[in-house]
């Protein structure tokens, strides 16, 4: 089985060693902790992981910049955010900038690795609780005297919108294909063109616009 390659960039000590143990406890697991972005610009430039891991609160900078950076130069490679409960703002910045979902903190350790096994999957580990965030955040401004900005129309086929519903909550792709009858073979096809109308390059990036589309609602 091939060992997966996982970089993981918390600042607390504790917490980084916790989250570490966790995830190397997955004999699939070949895990590095750093401490700083510094430290995991390094780590990259060294060898690319196939998952990062990245707290957002950082002493040299903020993870949401890393994630863009890593989401622009490696796209292959599947990104977690770090959070605590009720950081929707953060979450939702990493998500834009290319995080496929997030880890909770205080997640217990079993959790960590299953989510992480999740997204490897083609699941997408994003809540309830964020895409009605979103929703709240992306609304259209009433500004008094302003029109409202039209964003163009999308031409989504039903197929396709059926099987973003099905990434929002969190299925695979397996489970999508079986669910709607259609072979898992084609899937990657629809996948791809649902990413080219929707000009992302993520699940975490087309949860996000769908949701601010209104295309599929949670």
């Given at each position: 089985?091939e060992?997966i390659?996982?970089?993981?960039l ?6 980084r ?5 966790a995830l190397?406890a997955d004999?699939g ?5 750093v401490?700083?972005l510094a ?5 990259i430039?060294?060898?690319c ?5 990245t ?8 993870g ?6 890593v989401?622009?130069?490696h ?11 009720c ?7 990493a998500?834009?900038a290319?995080a496929?979902?997030?880890i ?6 079993e959790?960590?690795?299953?989510t ?8 997408s580990?994003?809540?309830?609780g964020i ?8 609304q ?5 005297g302003?029109?409202?900005v ?7 086929t039903g197929r396709?919108?059926?099987i973003l519903?099905g990434?929002a909550?969190g ?5 999508i294909a079986d669910?709607?009858g259609?072979s898992?073979?084609t899937l990657?096809n629809y ?10 390059n993520?699940?975490?990036?087309a ?12």
């Amino acid at each position: 089985m091939e060992t997966i390659r996982i970089l993981l960039l918390e600042d607390d000590a504790p917490t980084r060693q916790r989250l570490h143990d966790a995830l190397a406890a997955d004999p699939g697991f070949s895990v590095e902790a750093v401490d700083s972005l510094a430290a995991a610009r390094a780590a990259i430039a060294r060898e690319c992981p196939q998952v990062l891991l990245t707290d957002l609160e950082l002493p040299d900078g903020h993870g949401a910049d890393l994630t863009a950076e890593v989401h622009a130069a490696h796209p292959q490679v599947e990104i977690l955010v770090i959070s605590v409960l009720c950081d929707e703002a953060n979450v939702v910045a990493a998500i834009a900038a290319g995080a496929s979902g997030y880890i909770v903190k205080d997640a217990l350790p079993e959790d960590i690795g299953n989510t992480v096994r999740q997204v490897l999957d083609g699941e997408s580990p994003l809540s309830a609780g964020i895409a009605r965030y979103l929703l709240r955040r992306l609304q259209p401004a009433a500004t008094a005297g302003a029109e409202p900005v039209a964003r163009p129309a999308l031409d989504l086929t039903g197929r396709e919108t059926d099987i973003l519903w099905g990434i929002a909550k969190g299925m695979s792709y397996n489970e999508i294909a079986d669910s709607l009858g259609i072979s898992r073979k084609t899937l990657p096809n629809y996948i791809k063109s649902i990413y080219r109308k929707l000009e992302v390059n993520s699940r975490g990036e087309a949860v996000f616009e769908a949701v601010s589309r209104k295309l599929i609602t949670l």
